[in-house]
């Protein structure tokens, strides 16, 4: 109910009151005709809706800026024509509005309207709400369309190249199950499937079996990159810490394009993936909500990198950079084929150089891609 509403209902029962007190009929008249307007306006909104909304949300994972797209399915099932209706979607802290038109008996329609996504998150969608009012503005309803659904606004993803691996860490080093399957590492025997080369059956196992078995070989030289992401935010300004994610999910998805193993770890302990994940959905996905935390240490993640198994490459990815940080990445030059810092310093300090760590210091995320794609790939053209 209204304010309207409200003063029109007291403003009913005042009158009888006053008509049948003084005995006024013309006050109960007026009395009764404005409860009987109430009365009807009250029914023609919670009378049930002849409008139908179905919504649906592509894609449901987008990069920051990117569109995405809600589609309304609206139809009249009722007997009379629905005139033109708002419908409203929440989406986060705000709301989205757009018209539906008018339709007739039995008339079906869509619209079409996008969703901001200038911010990077993880945001709640929530069903479409109609509201319904009478002529006189006594009441409104609204009435829920769908379910709640949610989007990821990831962060941009720029161009980064992937690191040359320079070297084979593990000739016949370890392997696994998710291991891709080649070269001449052997890692067990399996069932013949349809399409396996046939040089590969093993013919003893077989005789012995009764049943074709093949050699599964796997390739151990396949690159391992661990990604660490600074989250104290006295190393950021709020511009910072947003193009950092930027980075860090570029790098990500960039060392994860061939398949290859990727972990992300944060400063405040969290890790994602390892050394058999290869899908770097998860990553991005983290890092997609991810916000500045005073927990933990850029020097105590570094500490726990120590007790790892190494790999082919650390990224390490902050704001200001410590030098009180360095000693702790330089000590891991024995575990990690290469190493890179990228800090995200507006004001872009020169910094000492440190054996066997590439340091680059940007203003923002495309500065830093230009700079790594420069030098840690020199002998590569850039158009």
Request: proline letters at 7%; a positive charge.
């Amino acid at each position: 109910m209204t304010r309207m509403g409200l003063a029109a209902l007291l403003g009913g029962m005042a009158a009888i009151v006053l008509g049948l007190t003084l005995h006024w009929p013309a006050f109960d008249l007026i009395g009764i005709a404005l409860l009987l307007l109430v009365v009807i306006a009250l029914a023609n909104v919670v009378r049930p809706s002849a409008l139908a909304i179905e919504r649906a949300i592509q894609p449901p994972r987008v990069p920051k800026g990117s569109p995405a797209i809600a589609v309304l399915h609206f139809a009249n099932r009722g007997r009379r024509t629905i005139g033109v209706t708002i419908a409203n979607q929440p989406f986060g802290d705000g709301v989205v509005r757009t018209v539906i038109p008018r339709m007739r008996r039995g008339e079906r329609g869509m619209r079409t309207y996008r969703l901001p996504t200038r911010r990077r998150g993880i945001f709640e969608v929530g069903p479409v709400e109609v509201t319904r009012r009478d002529a006189f503005e006594l009441f409104r309803l609204s009435r829920k369309h769908g379910q709640p659904d949610r989007i990821w606004v990831y962060p941009r993803i720029l161009p980064f190249r992937a690191l040359p691996t320079g070297q084979i860490r593990h000739l016949e080093g370890p392997s696994s199950d998710t291991s891709p399957q080649g070269t001449i590492t052997f890692h067990r025997l399996r069932d013949y499937v349809v399409g396996d080369d046939l040089r590969l059956v093993h013919w003893r196992s077989s005789a012995r079996t009764g049943k074709l078995v093949v050699k599964h070989n796997v390739d151990t030289s396949q690159p391992y990159t661990v990604v660490l992401f600074d989250q104290r935010p006295d190393r950021y300004t709020e511009a910072a810490f947003e193009e950092a994610v930027d980075v860090a999910a570029s790098v990500i998805v960039s060392a994860g394009g061939n398949k290859a193993p990727v972990e992300l770890r944060l400063s405040e302990g969290t890790v994602v993936g390892g050394p058999r994940i290869r899908d770097v959905t998860a990553h991005v996905d983290h890092l997609t909500g991810v916000e500045p935390n005073p927990d933990g240490s850029l020097q105590a993640a570094l500490l726990r990198l120590r007790r790892s198994r190494g790999g082919t490459a650390l990224i390490v990815v902050t704001g200001v950079l410590d030098t009180a940080d360095m000693p702790y990445v330089t000590a891991l030059r024995r575990r990690y084929d290469r190493i890179v810092v990228v800090s995200l310093d507006p004001d872009r300090p020169q910094h000492a150089t440190y054996r066997g760590v590439r340091v680059i210091v940007a203003a923002d995320a495309d500065e830093a891609c230009e700079a790594w794609n420069l030098h840690l790939h020199p002998g590569m053209v850039l158009l």
